[in-house]
């Protein structure tokens, strides 16, 4: 499963999310405006995360809304 590659805790940067989450940069940064995605942490000027457990949940969240349909 794609979602193992991903750690199970600590933080990921958006190419690790965006080599699971099949959107583009443009639409993954509307989605977390949205609120569709979980939101950033910004380490630095130039380094923003995710927690490697928000984007499990999201992951598993979107598994559920796609078996739904």
Same mark, same amino acid.
């Given at each position: ?15 690790? *999310? ?9 639409t993954w940064w509307s989605g977390v405006k949205a609120g569709k995605y979980? $939101? ?18 999201? *992951?598993?969240?979107? $598994? ?6």
């Amino acid at each position: 499963m794609l979602q193992n590659t991903l750690p199970n805790t600590g933080f990921v940067r958006l190419p690790q *999310i965006l080599s699971v989450i099949p959107v583009g940069k443009s639409t993954w940064w509307s989605g977390v405006k949205a609120g569709k995605y979980p $939101a950033p942490i910004k380490l630095g000027a130039n380094t923003t995360v995710w927690k490697a457990e928000d984007i499990h949940d999201l *992951i598993a969240r979107l $598994a559920q809304e796609g078996a739904a349909k």
